[in-house]
């Protein structure tokens, strides 16, 4: 996390916000120290009461290695380039770049066949209806035959946060004329979202 003190929201966000935050992203990068060296899995994920779950396929090189590991979970919201010419005075500035994301740590624990495809109905529920709601798939649209095969090929684990951070890097540490200027910047250039984000904070 970013170590400026201006990027942290105060106060810090409960595991749960943070698991809030997670999910309605859907996606993660997991992190895992194993026996063959560092490696990550770009995965969705769903919430669980006070846990995250995701999938992966079997045939994944750190599909082995998950089940009992120690993990680090990373989740980026809005992001985008921040160029000095937004701000009311350009000439003392520098490129950077705003961002909102989360990091979980925690253990990753196989989970049963079960609960694999509640992971999998979960993530149908959430996000169909965000991008289909008039007709949203579900698992008992496809042929049952099928459904196990391809349950097959994946493994589904659970991680309980043993520990949260949250960075909002929404240019706090410049002047309100230097953020106006960023924000008509970012909408200029097609950034709604972190446009919005800034706004939102203001």
Do not use: C
């Amino acid at each position: 996390m970013h170590p400026n003190p201006a990027f942290r929201p105060a106060p810090a966000p409960s595991p749960e916000q943070v698991l809030g935050f997670a999910t309605a992203i859907g996606f993660a990068h997991i992190f895992a120290a194993t026996a063959d060296g560092p490696m990550v899995v770009h995965a969705p994920v769903t919430r669980h009461g006070s846990a995250l779950r995701f999938h992966v396929a079997r045939a994944n090189r750190i599909a082995p290695h998950l089940d009992g590991a120690d993990v680090l979970v990373s989740v980026a919201g809005d992001q985008g380039y921040i160029s000095p010419n937004w701000y009311a005075g350009p000439g003392d500035q520098v490129p950077t770049w705003n961002y909102v994301a989360a990091e979980i740590d925690g253990r990753a624990e196989a989970v049963a066949q079960a609960a694999l495809v509640e992971q999998l109905d979960m993530l149908a529920q959430v996000h169909e209806q965000r991008v289909i709601p008039e007709n949203p798939w579900t698992s008992a649209k496809t042929d049952p035959a099928i459904f196990a095969r391809m349950l097959g090929a994946i493994r589904g684990f659970e991680i309980v946060p043993t520990a949260t951070r949250s960075t909002i890097k929404l240019s706090q540490n410049k002047s309100p004329a230097d953020r106006d200027g960023v924000i008509e910047g970012l909408r200029r250039a097609g950034e709604i979202g972190l446009a919005d984000a800034m706004a939102a904070r203001a």
